[in-house]
């Protein structure tokens, strides 16, 4: 569950001036929640304004998770009440999208579950890697009768085509790091122990070139692939629609009497608990 504020949940640990890591910290499963959304935002915001970064890493200092769901705890009002981001989008898909077009290279190193906002988070950096072993990526939310918020019907589209993303968007099931590799989810597995290594070696390599360099080859790719706002910010109203509907609310509660957001076992397996649900 949520920690509340004072936590440090997106930590930056700088390397060098040219090579980040965030650090995303929030035990004991790494829900995103309201509290959330300043540090990332932050971290965010730092990025876009360095003059030196040029590559930021994402990884999880929370055994088995990456990051995971929205926080269910909140009223939704601490939500809908915040303020649009510098894109006028809300904050989660403002975020998401600056990060895309932020001028670094972004890359998310992933062990453990990424659902939901984990896997938006993945799927909004620039590339992706995973452990062969330890990483489980989802979008649950149509297993609790949401609608995913963070533009993953947009990116996973385009990333892994139609077939694909209907069928992780529509059986909310998990997608271990072998499959998620041969299906384009990430960029590459390996086995965990390789992870790392992998990881640094590439980002160093990046540092050590030019930025302006890296910032217009990443422009231009942008310009091939990023959705615009205007395809993403109506995910985010389908979800703030979905959790007001009956449906959902039941299914949410059914899930928390589980143990959602307190029981370990729920958390690490929640694409079982939600494929129960409706049998």
Known sequence: MSNGSANQQFRIEKRSPAYWRVIIDNPPFNIFGPDSIPQMNAAVSALETDP???????????????LTHYDFIPPL???????????????LPDMLARLG???????????????GVGSELAL???????????????????????????GPMNRLSRLIGRGRALEVLLSGDDIGGELAERYGYVNRSFADSELDAFVDGLALRIASFDKESIVAIKRHVNIATLPSDDEVAPEWDAFIAS???????????QLMQLGLQKNHDVEARLAHYTGTLGR
Do not use: H, Y
């Not at 009002?77 to 904050?91: D, K």
């Not at 959790?243 to 509660?253: D, H, K, L, N, Y």
């Open 124 to 150: 909004a950096s620039d590339m992706r890697f995973a452990s062969r072993e330890k990483a489980l990526l989802s979008q649950w939310e149509i297993g609790a009768s949401l609608v995913p918020g963070g």
């Open 52 to 66: 030196d970064v040029k590559v930021v890493v994402f990884e999880s200092a929370v055994p088995g998770f990456f």
């Open 243 to 253: 959790v007001g509907r009956p449906q959902a609310q039941e299914r949410i509660a």
């Open 101 to 115: 077009r932020a001028p670094v290279v972004s890359i998310a190193s992933i062990r453990g579950r990424a659902t």
């Open 77 to 91: 009002q601490e939500t809908t009440r915040m303020p649009p981001g510098p894109t006028g989008m809300p904050p």
